[in-house]
């Protein structure tokens, strides 16, 4: 069946240093992919997305690589910063997204 | 424009009782989503609709029923709450091939 999953469960970081966020996906036809950060306590927030006809899209700090070849999707944050702590989710799909368990993210001072 | 809406945002329930928690949007989105979210979990798909009077089932639908009479609503019904129901619920709503805009959530205990 369709998964999303992440490389690792947990990421710790130095403030300013950049971070990388991995995800795997198995379903080849998905042709729309999203990241979310989600604080503890709050509902998702959108970070940026990419479909599937892109290989990269950057936006404010981060930057999304997808590789379709081996099905890997990576979010890359610029200058991590302690406001930046969180779990990040990635997703796949079109018109029925889903998404991976999530990653937290540590930003140490 | 209010975004999603859900309501209400917290629940106590009794093993057996049934609710139903609403979702309302007004961006003229046609896709609507369901997910429940258990504690340092990922979001599980429920349900989904990709537009009015169409819905399927997603990754975890047992114990749960959805209608979508209106392009605005989507609520998701359970009749025999579980413990295992014990979650957070959010409905999101999406353009097509675009970001979903996700509600607050609703945190849902069933003892």
């Known amino acids: 069946g369709e998964s999303v999953g992440l490389h690792l469960p947990t990421l710790s970081v130095q403030e300013g240093d950049n971070s990388i966020i991995n995800c795997a996906y198995s379903?080849?036809?998905?042709?729309?992919f999203i990241w979310y950060k989600q604080e503890s306590g709050k509902g998702p927030q959108f970070i940026i997305d990419i479909r599937s006809n892109m290989d990269k899209r950057q936006g404010q700090r981060v930057t999304v690589l997808l590789n379709k070849t081996v099905k890997h999707l990576s979010l890359q944050i610029a200058a991590t910063q302690p406001g930046d702590s969180a779990v990040y989710f990635c997703?796949?799909?079109?018109?029925?997204?889903?998404f991976g368990e999530g990653t937290q993210l540590t930003v140490n001072p | 424009n209010a975004g999603v809406t859900q309501t209400p945002k917290f629940r106590i329930l009794k093993i057996g009782q049934s609710m139903t928690l609403q979702c309302t949007q007004d961006m003229n989105h046609n896709y609507m989503y369901w997910y429940r979210q258990d504690p340092g979990m990922g979001l599980k798909l429920i349900y989904y609709s990709v537009g009015a009077g169409i819905t399927d089932k997603g990754e975890v639908p047992n114990g749960y029923n959805v209608s979508r009479s209106t392009t605005e609503d989507f609520p998701l019904r359970l009749e025999l709450a579980a413990p295992s129901q014990t979650s957070v619920y959010f409905c999101?709503?999406?353009?097509?091939?675009?970001?979903?805009?996700f509600g607050s959530g609703t945190q849902l205990s069933v003892l």
């Open positions: 997703g796949e799909g079109g018109s029925r997204l889903t």
């Open positions: 999101a709503s999406q353009p097509q091939d675009a970001e979903l805009f």
């Open positions: 379903n080849s036809a998905s042709d729309y």
